[in-house]
């Protein structure tokens, strides 16, 4: 397949995301966390029946950093959010806390790993490399899928407490890898760039603040889309350059402009619409760069999905510690955690663009497998936890 | 290009400013990064300078509204003092990644186009449409070419030819002054939403050139030939082959209309990307068939408004698309201005610049007295004629490719001449809109 069949597929993939995610959710149709857009890509990509090369894959690069920082800002625009509803401050220090839990859980079990078993500790002899890759690992599992509560409200009809604390949660510790990735790549100075600590989050919070003046008090929808596109292609094109992570550009641009603009809802809105048009796309581009992992870093890609739930365990019980109404979900609720959805994939794909090699391709194949693997768990397991708790009909 | 609304004072100072701090923010990263090596770098680049064109163009363009100047000369003006030889803030390399967006735009062009002809307005024109094509373009090809002579000693290329090479080439750059810009006419419609007998004519006009030229390239090309190289004799294959191409691609274009229209009535939804699609897909898979994607999709615009319903709905995703689009073709485009050839060849390009817009004035007199047009047309029908852009600069490419020996020369002189068109066309264009108070008409008509 050339660039241009290849393109023409990844605008059919677009075509088909606006389909099933445009207007209001999931409709009814595909997985919860899109992850046969992943297989789809995998299968057709170069380690499978190579439809699409690597010389594609490569070219389509720039699309995929897009991506990644599109959907950084659809985060920040909605985070703390649900809906028309905002997220209180206690709700969000519960999901940035799971969301630490994860990332320390994993990074935790990958570090081990790479310190204990010598197969493969060797093939990551170098420290600094051993730590990037264990951090990296973390954020890219650290996020629960908020598409798999919209799932269970939309297509399960879902209402009540836990739905809500499941959501608030989902919606909130999105900032724990955007953060790590952002401290990582603004210190690391291996591409000859000054480091600016954080300043991901500086550049994108000065554009989302200029973004917010610019748009007024009056929605132009027109002078939108031109201002919108171009400040987050501008935000990912000079972070790129400058070495900042795209994900912390595109989150504080996205979160300013929701905290400064009047405008913000009906901005969410619109932005929203294009969702499926690019996080399909996205997860395709994905699936068709992961490599299959094989030898001594199966162990490390296994005892980072072992760590993965281990660490629902934990948030669960934290979770039902907190609110005494999620006790009512019972244990599946800590399976329900286990759904990484668009941005544990955005992460992951963004790594792989800033550390290409062994540790991008390492990262990103253990991201797809959590997400195919919590297709299968979560969405079920929150089921059951929601019928538990009385919000879902029997 | 939204309609121009009231702005006050402080948002004109806060948009100016962050006009400003776009620049700077853009120097400060070439600063920061230097000439640092890697894709990555140049991913970035050309990630940042599509933004950068999306944001400076719409600023300028909104600032400029203050000048009553058009947004298209603002997004130009954004495009050449952050271009390559002004600010350098967009490098060579990166301007020409971006001109993947040429083929998008100039599709959604045509066939908006197309969707803009109604065939009711050009039953109802149609007697001066056909009086001012062959007034205008028989006086351009008289009076072009015979000031090319004149002023030969202008052209340093000419220099050293026989009077009938000299002639040849004539008669090569009065093709060349015929071309007008479908871009710059649909760009300025976009802003002003006009209605009126001068909008219908001048979309009728431009339109419908871009086939009369493509058929005089062909007969000039075949018929200067052997006054250019010696050994060569006329021959006629070439218009076997034009043919084909016209006829093949009207009946492409017809069946992409349907297919278009069933579309729109049956499914409707996701236009956006079906317009992406056929700007950044079908285009390609149409030049491989040697056909002309741009009568192609002329053609597909004009069969979905006037054999459907669905004209205005496809009219009002392209504006939406076109919208974003726009800004970005015409602000690469304006970074694409070589500004130093203009320096050199200013006055051989100032002289026929001078002369193909008197040539215009002229025969928009001419057409519309012969035709006896309405006084808006016989005042205003040359404006929309005056603008130039990518189709020149093709024709140009293509003889550089056709006659290696003076066509690089040729074609640097098409650069700088469209260059003054390209700029100054749409503000008079605008102008005439304004003045004849067919601006806003068509909006309000569309309630």
Redesign the interface.
């Known amino acids: 397949m050339n660039t241009?069949q290849s393109?023409?597929v990844l605008?059919?993939v677009?075509?088909m995301g606006?389909?099933l995610m445009?207007g209001r959710g999931l409709r009814g149709r595909g997985l919860p966390s899109g992850s046969e857009w992943l297989v789809l890509g995998f299968v057709t990509g170069p380690a499978a029946l190579g439809l699409v090369g690597g010389a594609e894959v490569?070219a389509f690069?720039?699309l995929a950093?897009?991506a990644t920082g599109w959907i950084a800002l659809l985060v920040g625009l909605t985070f703390g959010v649900d809906g028309e509803r905002r997220v209180g401050a206690g709700a969000i220090g519960l999901g940035v806390t799971v969301g630490l839990l994860s990332f320390a859980g994993v990074a935790g079990a990958a570090w081990l790993v790479l310190e204990r078993i010598p197969s493969a500790g060797a093939l990551f002899p170098d420290r600094s490399q051993r730590l990037t890759l264990a951090i990296c690992l973390g954020a890219s599992l650290a996020d629960t899928s908020r598409h798999v509560a919209r799932w269970a409200a939309e297509r399960l009809e879902a209402r009540g407490p836990v739905l809500d604390r499941v959501s608030g949660i989902t919606r909130s510790d999105d900032v724990v890898p955007i953060a790590v990735l952002s401290a990582l790549v603004s210190l690391d100075t291996s591409?000859?760039?000054?480091a600016f600590p954080l300043g991901g989050l500086v550049l994108g919070g000065l554009l989302g603040l200029?973004l917010a003046?610019?748009l007024?008090r009056?929605l132009?929808?027109?002078?939108f889309?031109?201002?919108l596109?171009?400040?987050?292609?501008?935000?990912?094109?000079?972070?790129?350059?400058?070495d900042l992570s795209v994900l912390a550009t595109g989150f504080a641009l996205g979160l300013l402009l929701a905290i400064a603009s009047p405008l913000r809802a009906r901005a969410r809105e619109l932005a929203g619409g294009v969702e499926g048009?690019i996080i399909l796309p996205a997860l395709f581009l994905a699936g068709s760069r992961t490599t299959t992992p094989s030898g001594p870093t199966l162990w490390i890609l296994g005892a980072a999905l072992l760590a993965r739930i281990a660490s629902g365990l934990v948030a669960a019980a934290l979770v039902a510690a907190v609110d005494s109404r999620a006790r009512r979900g019972g244990p599946w609720l800590a399976l329900g955690f286990l759904s990484t959805g668009p941005l544990g994939i955005a992460v992951a794909l963004s790594v792989d663009?800033r550390f290409p090699g062994p540790v991008g391709d390492l990262v990103l194949a253990t991201s797809v497998a959590a997400a195919v693997v919590g297709e299968f768990i979560g969405p079920p397991a929150l089921r059951r936890a929601l019928r538990r708790a009385g919000e879902v009909a029997p | 290009m939204s309609a121009p609304a009231a702005k006050g004072p402080i948002t004109r100072l806060l948009e100016l400013a962050a006009l400003v701090g776009l620049f700077a923010l853009m120097l400060g990263v070439d600063r920061i990064t230097g000439t640092l090596p890697g894709a990555w770098q140049r991913t970035g680049r050309d990630l940042a300078a599509v933004g950068f064109f999306l944001l400076a163009g719409t600023l300028a363009s909104s600032l400029l509204e203050v000048l009553r100047l058009p947004h298209l000369t603002g997004f130009l003006l954004a495009g050449i003092v952050a271009g390559p030889y002004v600010l350098h803030t967009v490098d060579h390399e990166t301007v020409a990644d971006l001109s993947i967006v040429n083929s998008l735009a100039l599709s959604l062009i045509a066939l908006a186009g197309g969707a803009e002809l109604r065939l009711e307005a050009v039953r109802r024109g149609f007697r001066g449409l056909v009086a001012a094509t062959l007034v205008q373009n028989g006086l351009a090809l008289l009076v072009i070419p015979a000031t090319f002579v004149l002023a030969r000693d202008l052209v340093p290329f000419t220099r050293g030819m026989e009077l009938p090479a000299v002639f040849a080439v004539a008669l090569l750059w009065g093709v060349v002054a015929i071309t007008r810009s479908p871009s710059a006419v649909m760009g300025i419609l976009s802003q002003t939403r006009p209605a009126g007998r001068l909008t219908d004519f001048t979309v009728g006009f431009v339109m419908s050139s871009d086939v009369v030229v493509v058929v005089l390239l062909a007969l000039v090309m075949t018929g200067v030939r052997p006054l250019l190289e010696p050994g060569a004799t006329l021959s006629l294959a070439a218009f076997g082959e034009l043919g084909h191409e016209l006829l093949g691609s009207v009946a492409i274009g017809t069946t992409l209309g349907l297919l278009l229209v069933a579309y729109l009535r049956f499914v409707g939804r996701q236009v956006l990307l079906v317009l992406l699609l056929l700007g950044l897909v079908v285009v390609d898979a149409i030049a491989y068939l040697r056909f002309e994607w741009l009568l192609t999709f002329l053609t597909a615009g004009f069969v979905v408004q006037n054999f459907s319903r669905q004209g205005d709905k496809l009219l009002h995703a392209i504006e939406h698309t076109g919208e974003v689009v726009y800004v970005i073709f015409f602000a690469t485009a304006g970074a694409h201005l070589d500004l130093p050839l203009l320096r050199t060849l200013w006055p051989a390009a100032l002289l026929f610049f001078a002369v193909r817009a008197v040539t215009a004035v002229v025969g928009a007199r001419l057409g519309a007295r012969l035709a006896g047009d309405p006084p808006e047309l016989r005042s205003w029908g040359w404006a929309g004629l005056v603008p130039q852009a990518g189709l020149a600069l093709g024709i140009a490419a293509k003889m550089q490719g056709q006659f290696p020996a003076f066509g690089a020369q040729f074609g640097a002189l098409a650069v700088a001449a469209v260059a003054l068109n390209e700029l100054v066309g749409p503000v008079l264009f605008k102008l005439s809109l304004d003045r004849t108070g067919e601006s806003g008409r068509g909006s309000a008509a569309g309630g």
């Open positions: 241009l393109l023409f605008l059919v677009a075509y606006g389909f445009g490569e690069a720039p950093l897009l591409r000859d760039v000054p200029a003046a610019l007024g009056t132009r929808t027109a002078t889309w031109s201002l596109f171009g400040f987050s292609l501008l935000s990912t094109g000079v972070a790129t350059r400058i048009a663009l």
